[in-house]
C-alpha cells in the first residue's frame, strides 16, 4: 500500500525558509518521479515541482523558479521541497505525489500523471 507522508509544514514569517519532508513507503521510490503541488485556498491545485527518479531532470511551476529547490534521497526514500523567500502567496496545503508510471519523465509534467496524493501539510507564510 502506497503511503506518501508530509512533514515540516508551519508558520514562517516572509522572506522566510522552510523546508518539507515527504516519507514514503509501500513502493519502490526510486523507480518513481515525484513531485510537490499546492491547493491555496479558493484556487485550483498547481504543480510546484517534479522530480525524475535519479534527479537528472526537474520541472517547476513558475511562481516558485529561482526560489523553491525539490531533491529526493532514494536511500531514505525521502522526497524534500526546500522553500526559500517565501511569500504571502506561497500559502497552501502542499502535497506530496508519486508518479503513476515506472521510470517515466516528461518535461510537460501535468496532474494526469499523478498515481498517488499523500494528505497534504498546511504552509502559512505571515507576519
Known amino acids: 500500500q502506497v503511503q506518501l507522508v508530509e512533514s515540516g509544514g508551519g508558520l514562517v514569517q516572509p522572506g522566510g525558509s522552510q523546508r518539507l519532508s515527504c516519507a514514503a513507503s509501500g513502493f519502490t521510490f526510486s523507480n518513481y518521479a515525484m513531485s510537490w503541488y499546492r491547493q491555496a485556498p479558493g484556487k485550483e491545485r498547481e504543480l510546484v515541482a517534479a522530480?525524475?527518479?535519479?534527479?537528472?531532470?526537474?520541472t517547476y511551476g513558475d511562481s516558485v523558479k529561482g526560489r523553491f529547490t525539490i531533491s529526493r534521497d532514494n536511500a531514505k526514500n525521502t522526497l524534500y521541497l526546500q522553500m526559500n523567500s517565501l511569500k504571502p502567496e506561497d500559502t497552501a496545503v502542499y502535497y506530496c505525489a508519486k508518479d503513476r508510471y515506472v521510470r517515466s519523465w516528461s518535461s510537460q509534467y501535468a496532474e494526469y500523471r499523478v498515481g498517488s496524493w499523500g494528505q497534504g501539510t498546511q504552509v502559512t507564510v505571515s507576519s
Open positions: 522530480l525524475s527518479t535519479d534527479s537528472s531532470y526537474t
